[in-house]
């Protein structure tokens, strides 16, 4: 519990506004002659701050996902996750089909979720994101731990051979 992925892909429906995807299996609800129906207000309302606080412009919460940049989708899927007191989040080339802009918001975002003492795991093969955001870097290669270093005591191009196989500085045990 606490811990989610945030895929390469994402995992968002494209056919569903913001809203409902941010909600997606938790929907809050308010009774209405003694049925649960959804309390639309409500969730609006909590989407609205956490996008705000976030720093995520999204022009409508009614808008379908598949309007919505590639940068806001994943501004979604990590709000969300923060929302419901996620403890880790793994990101899988969490910019990859993003542009600068894009990436640079989610770049500061990470930042943002890391400063509320929420681990942040990133999977990428850039380096300078990598180094933007990094405490640690682990390279793994063929399986195997290749390298475990403070981001400050390494350079892009260690890492570089780290994963290449050109030399296994700073290889050792994980911790």
Do not use: W
Request: with cysteine; hydrophobic share 45%.
């Amino acid at each position: 519990a606490g811990i989610e992925t945030v895929y390469q892909d994402l995992s968002l429906c494209t056919n569903v506004d913001v809203v409902a995807n941010f909600f997606m299996g938790r929907e809050i609800t308010r009774r209405f002659l003694g049925v649960p129906v959804l309390d639309e207000p409500a969730m609006e309302q909590v989407v609205e701050k956490a996008l705000a606080s976030a720093g995520t412009r999204i022009p409508s919460l009614r808008t379908n996902v598949e309007h919505l940049s590639g940068g806001q989708r994943q501004a979604i899927e990590l709000n969300r996750f923060v929302h419901f007191g996620g403890k880790l989040v793994l990101l899988d080339e969490p910019f990859a089909a993003l542009g600068v802009e894009q990436t640079r918001r989610g770049l500061d975002m990470i930042r943002q979720v890391a400063r509320q003492g929420i681990g942040v795991v990133i999977i990428t093969h850039i380096m300078p994101q990598a180094f933007q955001v990094a405490d640690r870097i682990v390279v793994i290669r063929q399986g195997v731990v290749a390298g475990d270093v403070a981001r400050n005591k390494t350079s892009p191009d260690a890492v570089i051979d780290m994963i290449t196989g050109e030399t296994l500085a700073g290889a050792g045990p994980a911790g």
